[in-house]
């Protein structure tokens, strides 16, 4: 049972982020792009246009997989739901990404 005085902040966090991925309201992606300076705004941008809301993002430049001018971009989003989630990766995938998971 959960009252005022015994909840944890971290607990509580895992259980809402639980509950949206249920619902179909969270999305996470990975996806690959060039390594160059706008190229993280510019996914933002499209992710914007679309209203995903970014909740984090993990952007990786160094990882030996990666070819020299690559980076891998993490990004946990926000959706309205599941047909948002579709709208999302259709969007990506008309800017030209190809999502990896």
């Known amino acids: 049972m959960l009252s005022g005085g015994n909840v944890d902040p971290v607990l509580m966090q ?6 949206m991925a249920a619902q179909g309201r969270y999305l996470a992606v990975r996806l690959r792009l060039t390594d160059r300076p706008g190229a993280l705004a510019t996914l933002l941008g499209v992710l914007s246009v679309v209203d995903a809301n970014v909740l984090d993002v993990s952007h990786v430049r160094t990882d030996p997989r990666l070819g020299l001018t690559e980076a891998e971009v993490e990004l946990h989003l926000e959706t309205k739901g599941p047909a948002h989630c579709a709208e999302v990766g259709q969007a990506l995938r008309e800017a030209g990404y190809t999502v990896m998971g």
């Open 14 to 19: 895992r259980v809402l982020r639980h509950g």
